[in-house]
């Protein structure tokens, strides 16, 4: 089983609706983040949490929001989509210290 | 100007050929660092981390340069499987403590039989 799970893997949605990512790990690990990734921009932190109901701006947070009630679910909520929230979204855990971050498998969104 | 620096490629290399990917980081207190592997449509993982004495992992060898700022992955006899993005990724620790992990763009690498 992976250790890092993202529902649901694909979503089309329309402008202005709410969405909610979740993301689950079984690796026990504090810290979790909430990453877009773009063509040609790469990999941008949005949210990220060291710890049940610690919750931290990353670098790209407007019009995004999180939430961090138990150690092993950290979920990516978009308030209204809108069409430049199209993208892939990984979701990944990590321990303090600058060590390895473990990703899921990613959510590819769509919003038309 | 970019806090992690690749050249996006294509590199399109003869399977057994050595290549070079080469990265620059801008934030001198950035601690750590790694060379991450994504495959098409896949989630990054981690291929190895960076030493400041260079270190090496089979066909791949990874090293860092403080001074200059930079650092750089060979692969040796590449295969068939090595085809994919690879990703620096260098680990900053803000004035609050905080880390967090800057990804690169990435460069993509073909491996042509």
């Known amino acids: 089983d992976a250790d890092v799970t993202q529902t649901p893997r694909n979503r089309i949605t329309k402008t202005g609706k709410r969405i909610m990512l979740e993301c689950s790990q079984t690796?026990?690990?504090?810290?979790m983040y909430w990453y877009r990734q773009d063509p040609g921009l790469g990999l941008r932190l949005i949210y990220y949490s060291f710890d049940v109901k610690d919750i931290n701006k990353g670098e790209i947070s407007d019009g995004y929001s999180v939430s961090r009630q138990a150690q092993a679910k950290f979920s990516l909520s978009l308030e209204s989509a809108i069409p430049n929230q199209t993208a892939l979204y990984f979701c990944a855990t990590g321990l303090a210290g600058g060590h390895e971050q473990f990703f899921g498998p990613g959510t590819r969104l769509t919003v038309l | 100007r970019k806090e992690v620096e690749q050249d996006p490629g294509p590199f399109n290399v003869p399977e057994g050929a050595t290549v070079a990917f080469n990265c620059t980081y801008s934030n001198s207190a950035s601690q750590s660092f790694f060379w991450y592997r994504q495959d098409c449509r896949k989630e990054p993982k981690l291929l190895m981390s960076?030493?400041?004495s260079g270190n090496e992992d089979g066909r791949f060898t990874a090293q860092l340069n403080r001074a200059s700022q930079y650092i750089s992955l060979l692969i040796r006899d590449s295969k068939l499987s090595d085809s994919a993005t690879y990703l620096c990724?260098?680990?900053?620790?803000?004035?609050?403590?905080?880390?967090?992990?800057?990804f690169g763009t990435g460069t993509r690498l073909t491996i042509i039989p």
């Open positions: 960076v030493y400041s």
């Open positions: 690796k026990g690990h504090d810290r």
């Open positions: 990724v260098v680990n900053i620790k803000s004035n609050f403590g905080n880390e967090k992990l800057t």
